[in-house]
């Protein structure tokens, strides 16, 4: 495996499976076994999943899709891709391969900090209990440091203590700590949340008060990634537009975004069908990305777009994302979940940096490819085909009866499930 072989698989999308899955042993040097777990044939087992969650009775599984053509950073890379909605992959591809005219993606990410809040209750008077905490905040920050030592090791640990009154709430007021930890390459929730629990004795000593809730933040707004892209208009040209109508779509599509939180639901639902798909691929807790994402979109009080597209006057598209970005490559499911060891083989990264510089891009041309659909031909044209193959499925069709009804279905512009049961039935009876 060289480090920068191209990403640019032409004709990936045309290959059979099996030899999508040739191209992409060879390219990430997957062993025998792994090829193996991809196919299907080993993989999560019952026996492991005991260890995930409570009450297992079985496994459910996606299937892993593979994006190409990406560039983050100047690297090369593929991308796997777990996600149950058609469309999605290829669109990701598309983009990566749009942003490729202008060198691709550059991303960067924050340092690994993540909050934890401790909620103190029961306070006689929480400005002065506020001034108390802050007094021994450095004898707190040493104790939360005693937690993990192989942490601190790695260079991560308590990094700030932040202490703020609420005054009015349903509950009356309230101090609120909040504990900045780094977390280095993990995820970081049960670090942060042991040391949230192992301070709270001492809060309590300290201020008088009881400390009620000890859990981190999903608001995770220390930790955020960053992606841009700059692409030159001419790029954007297909069929009937040109790339300066494309570019002045986008960007029209985007101002819509910025200022509608309706459709700013749904701008940033695109950026997330690409993130959350990387983050399942990877063990991470695509719940966490969400709730993250979406407390920063409103971040201002008036829920928005995550990203922004502009055209630079000079023929170019300039596109940005920022969003929080919580992400790990030990611990967890990471860890546990075969699948999601092989794709952060095939991503390459050894960090967590990198895995969010990564997931941060495929988030923004996860969005380009939804609004430049969206401001040319519609999304429907793309959905179609797979769409059309899920409506035969669900009718019943089997084998290589699913193309032929699907076939018949686009052709006849009409994909339903009852036009598919005829079509099926119609078939069967030629036989
Ligand atoms: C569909 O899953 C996502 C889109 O609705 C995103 C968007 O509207 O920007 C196409």
């Known amino acids: ?10 004709g990936f ?13 060879a390219w990430a040097a997957l062993t025998d076994e792994e090829e193996a777990v991809l196919a299907g044939a080993r993989g999560l087992t ?14 459910y599984t ?6 190409t053509n990406f560039i983050v950073n100047g690297r090369e890379t593929l991308v796997p891709m777990v996600i ?10 598309l983009a990566a391969k749009l942003a490729r005219a202008g060198g691709g993606f550059v991303a960067d990410v924050d340092e690994p900090v993540m909050i934890g809040q401790l909620q103190v209750v029961d306070l006689v008077v929480p400005e002065a209990a506020r001034v108390d905490v802050l007094r021994h905040r450095e004898e707190l920050l040493a104790l939360a440091n005693e937690v993990d030592p192989v942490l601190r090791r790695l260079g991560g640990g308590a990094r700030d ?9 349903p509950a009356g007021p309230m101090l609120v700590l909040h504990l900045a930890y780094d977390v280095r390459d993990a995820m970081g929730a049960n670090a942060i949340n042991t040391a949230c629990e192992r301070l709270a004795p001492r809060v309590e000593a300290i201020t008088g008060g009881r400390v009620f809730l000890r859990i981190l933040s999903n608001l995770a707004d220390r930790r ?9 208009e001419t790029a954007l040209a297909f069929g009937e537009f040109s790339g300066a109508d494309v570019a002045a779509g986008i960007e029209r599509a985007w101002a819509f975004a910025a200022a509608d939180p309706y459709r700013a639901a749904t701008h940033n639902k695109g950026i997330m069908n690409g993130i959350d798909a990387v983050v399942l691929a990877t063990g991470n807790d695509w719940r966490a990305s969400e709730a993250g994402a979406h407390a920063y979109a409103a971040r201002s009080g008036h829920y928005t777009s995550l990203s922004a597209w502009r055209r630079d006057g000079q023929g170019q598209l300039v596109g940005s994302l920022e969003l929080p970005l919580a992400l790990g490559i030990v611990g967890g499911a990471t860890r546990v979940h075969p699948t999601a060891q092989i794709a952060l083989k095939i991503l390459r990264v050894q960090t967590a940096r990198e895995l969010a510089e990564i997931v941060a891009s495929v988030g923004l041309a996860q969005n380009l490819a939804a609004i430049r659909a969206l401001s040319t031909e519609g999304i429907q044209r793309g959905h179609m085909s797979l769409h059309a193959r899920q409506v035969a499925i669900a009718a019943g069709a089997l084998g290589q009866e699913i193309t032929a009804v699907a076939d018949s279905l686009i052709r006849q512009g009409e994909i339903r499930s009852d ?3 005829v079509i099926l039935h119609e078939l069967r009876g030629q036989r």
Do not use: C, F, W
Not at 161 to 169: H, W
């Open 46 to 59: 019952l026996e492991r999943g005991e260890h995930m969650v409570e009450n297992v009775a079985g496994l």
């Open 1 to 10: 495996m060289s480090e920068n072989q191209s990403s640019r698989l032409s």
């Open 62 to 67: 996606l299937p892993l899709g593979i994006a």
């Open 13 to 25: 999308y045309n290959l059979s499976q099996p030899a999508r899955l040739a191209a992409l042993k």
């Open 84 to 93: 149950e909605e058609p469309s999605v992959i290829a669109g990701a591809s």
């Open 161 to 169: 203590l932040e202490a703020r009154v609420l005054e009015s709430t």
């Open 224 to 232: 955020r990634a960053r992606a841009r892209v700059t692409i030159p």
């Open 419 to 421: 036009r598919a049961e």
